[in-house]
């Protein structure tokens, strides 16, 4: 049977250069049926023409389909679907089963789901003002390298590190670069077997705290928190202590007797940017040794100090193995890679390795691979670099704009960072505000989730500048400004 061009049509679901589109086009006929065995192609020819295409991008998309043995070509006869072209399996199908067939909300108990985490559209990028936090932007990242990486990574002398299974493993090489030279900036010393790989920094705390709790652990999360870090604990059993933090962060006097898990973000607390002083890390190492519990810290966005040199990190002054330090490059190179790492003594790491070998075996190859090239060859020093210094106009930006309009900043650390915490005055909701700043543009944060949920303030925010051009800052400042002012107004 012969195919007529008019069964081709470039729909806009397609994705690639014209060449890719085409061959996808083919591909997915061949594996859904409609296309069999023996059946003739249009001719490059007829179909360039039904496309409003060039001759030679049909000819080039038939040549690589035939390399791939979905097509053969026959001599002058033109081109047929191949007998060996891969196809979907028959099944006699029966009636589909309802949906609501089963109620899987009473039958999990929602245990997942129905924890609270921080949410945002997912067509945020085409807002003019995007104040959120954690997300890249296209302008500052290096596509070029990061590509030339990847490409390198998938290369026959790397056949091994992309496509063999580590098991409980990681790439050495990844780990010896961490170890040289990401540690050292933290004024961390580690050996190879003191170090796990991560899908990221919340896979990195998950891991910590099902290690490390259970039904009878009792855990400190400071007030406010990542707002993950409550769900995660929260599927552990452990009892929840809540510390309210102050402008220095975690204060050691107030953590509760009989405490044995404290999660911090000493260098830069999430969400206020404070940074723990000296003295206060000295004495929550004093807390630990003496009321014998275990620290986690989490070190997120210490390479974005552009204002002063960064404190070294809590783990750096540990002399009893008591700090389990989490790291990771999904903010400083971009949230999609899904990589971060565990420091912590070798008993840990054995522990939290067998339950990541249970759960996900290890990162990607070629993922922990490309990263290893882009590290070493000096990309990821000049993309943080890059960073700062965009940063840093952007938080002049915000800092002039938020003054000149009077609104109320919280906390925004002393050594840089990529956000603001704010508040509103009393009577404010952030909530009802995020929503009637939606319609004009503008996304922001509110700040309900991020606190214990016993006792949350609804007037705070928090005003991200790693996305958001510097020329609109002001302007999106001032956005804010107007529709607090209408919001206090309402109260009255």
């Given at each position: 049977?012969?195919?007529?061009?008019?069964?081709?049509?470039?729909?806009?679901?397609?994705?690639?250069?014209?060449?890719?589109?085409?061959?996808?086009?083919?591909?997915?006929?061949?594996v859904?049926?409609?296309?069999?065995?023996?059946?003739?192609?249009?001719?490059?020819?007829?179909?360039?023409?039904?496309?409003?295409?060039?001759?030679?991008?049909?000819?080039?998309?038939?040549?690589?389909?035939?390399?791939?043995?979905?097509?053969?070509?026959?001599?002058?006869?033109?081109?047929?679907?191949?007998e060996?072209?891969?196809?979907?399996?028959?099944?006699?199908?029966?009636?589909?089963?309802?949906?609501?067939?089963l109620?899987?909300?009473?039958?999990?108990?929602?245990?997942?789901?129905?924890?609270?985490?921080?949410?945002?559209?997912?067509?945020?990028?085409?807002?003019?003002?995007?104040f959120?936090?954690g997300?890249?932007?296209?302008s500052?990242?290096?596509?070029?390298?990061?590509?030339?990486?990847?490409?390198?990574?998938?290369?026959?002398?790397?056949?091994?590190?992309?496509?063999?299974?580590?098991?409980?493993?990681?790439?050495?090489?990844?780990?010896?670069?961490?170890?040289?030279?990401?540690?050292?900036?933290?004024?961390?010393?580690?050996?190879?077997?003191?170090?796990?790989?991560?899908?990221?920094?919340?896979?990195?705390?998950?891991?910590?705290?099902?290690?490390?709790?259970?039904?009878?652990?009792?855990?400190?999360?400071?007030?406010?928190?990542?707002?993950?870090?409550r769900?995660?604990?929260?599927?552990?059993?452990?009892?929840?202590?809540?510390?309210?933090?102050?402008?220095?962060?975690?204060?050691?006097?107030?953590?509760?007797?009989?405490?044995?898990?404290?999660?911090?973000?000493?260098?830069?607390?999430?969400?206020?940017?404070?940074?723990?002083?000296?003295?206060?890390?000295?004495?929550?190492?004093?807390?630990?040794s003496?009321?014998?519990?275990?620290?986690?810290?989490?070190?997120?966005?210490?390479?974005?100090?552009?204002?002063?040199?960064?404190?070294?990190?809590?783990?750096?002054?540990?002399?009893?193995?008591?700090v389990?330090?989490?790291?990771?490059?999904?903010?400083?190179?971009?949230?999609?890679?899904?990589?971060?790492?565990?420091?912590?003594?070798?008993?840990?790491i054995?522990?939290?390795?067998?339950?990541?070998?249970?759960?996900?075996?290890?990162?990607?190859?070629?993922?922990?691979?490309?990263?290893?090239?882009?590290?070493?060859?000096?990309?990821?020093?000049?993309?943080?670099?890059r960073?700062?210094?965009?940063?840093?106009?952007r938080?002049?930006?915000?800092?002039?704009?938020?003054?000149?309009?009077?609104?109320?900043?919280?906390?925004?650390?002393?050594?840089?960072?990529?956000?603001?915490?704010?508040?509103?005055?009393?009577?404010?909701?952030?909530?009802?505000?995020?929503?009637?700043?939606?319609?004009?543009?503008v996304?922001?944060?509110?700040?309900?989730?991020?606190?214990?949920?016993?006792?949350?303030?609804?007037?705070?925010?928090?005003?991200?500048?790693?996305?958001?051009?510097?020329?609109?800052?002001?302007?999106?400042?001032?956005l804010?400004?107007?529709?607090?002012?209408?919001?206090?107004?309402k109260?009255?």
């Amino acid at each position: 049977m012969a195919i007529p061009p008019e069964a081709f049509f470039l729909h806009g679901n397609l994705q690639g250069t014209l060449q890719q589109r085409i061959r996808q086009l083919v591909a997915e006929g061949i594996v859904a049926g409609r296309f069999r065995a023996g059946d003739k192609m249009p001719s490059s020819r007829g179909l360039a023409a039904h496309l409003g295409l060039s001759r030679i991008t049909v000819t080039l998309a038939y040549a690589d389909l035939v390399a791939s043995d979905y097509l053969t070509s026959q001599g002058r006869s033109g081109y047929y679907v191949s007998e060996n072209a891969p196809v979907q399996p028959e099944f006699e199908k029966g009636p589909r089963a309802p949906v609501d067939a089963l109620d899987y909300g009473a039958l999990t108990g929602r245990r997942f789901s129905k924890a609270e985490h921080l949410k945002r559209p997912e067509d945020w990028a085409k807002f003019r003002y995007p104040f959120i936090y954690g997300q890249a932007d296209a302008s500052l990242f290096d596509h070029q390298n990061w590509r030339q990486c990847a490409l390198r990574a998938l290369g026959k002398r790397d056949f091994e590190a992309l496509t063999s299974d580590y098991y409980d493993r990681d790439d050495p090489m990844l780990i010896e670069y961490i170890l040289r030279n990401i540690l050292p900036r933290r004024g961390i010393e580690a050996s190879g077997s003191e170090v796990l790989l991560t899908m990221g920094a919340q896979n990195a705390l998950w891991l910590a705290g099902q290690v490390l709790t259970r039904p009878g652990v009792r855990v400190v999360l400071e007030n406010p928190c990542y707002p993950s870090m409550r769900g995660i604990l929260a599927q552990t059993g452990a009892a929840i202590d809540w510390v309210d933090v102050d402008a220095d962060g975690l204060p050691p006097e107030a953590l509760p007797q009989g405490v044995n898990v404290v999660f911090t973000t000493a260098s830069h607390h999430c969400p206020t940017n404070a940074t723990m002083p000296m003295a206060r890390r000295r004495a929550l190492l004093d807390a630990a040794s003496a009321q014998d519990f275990v620290i986690v810290e989490d070190d997120y966005e210490f390479e974005m100090s552009f204002l002063k040199a960064v404190s070294p990190a809590l783990k750096s002054m540990d002399r009893e193995g008591r700090v389990i330090y989490v790291g990771s490059f999904s903010k400083s190179i971009f949230p999609g890679l899904r990589l971060g790492y565990i420091v912590a003594p070798e008993g840990f790491i054995r522990e939290a390795r067998a339950l990541r070998a249970l759960t996900l075996r290890h990162p990607p190859g070629h993922i922990q691979r490309t990263a290893a090239y882009f590290l070493s060859l000096g990309h990821y020093d000049a993309l943080v670099n890059r960073m700062k210094q965009a940063f840093k106009r952007r938080r002049q930006a915000m800092s002039e704009a938020i003054e000149a309009t009077g609104l109320q900043v919280a906390g925004q650390g002393g050594v840089g960072g990529s956000s603001f915490w704010m508040r509103t005055p009393e009577g404010v909701d952030t909530e009802v505000l995020a929503q009637e700043l939606h319609g004009q543009g503008v996304l922001i944060e509110p700040g309900r989730v991020f606190f214990d949920p016993e006792r949350a303030p609804r007037n705070y925010y928090r005003l991200a500048y790693s996305t958001i051009p510097v020329g609109r800052i002001a302007e999106g400042v001032g956005l804010i400004a107007a529709e607090i002012a209408k919001s206090g107004l309402k109260q009255v």
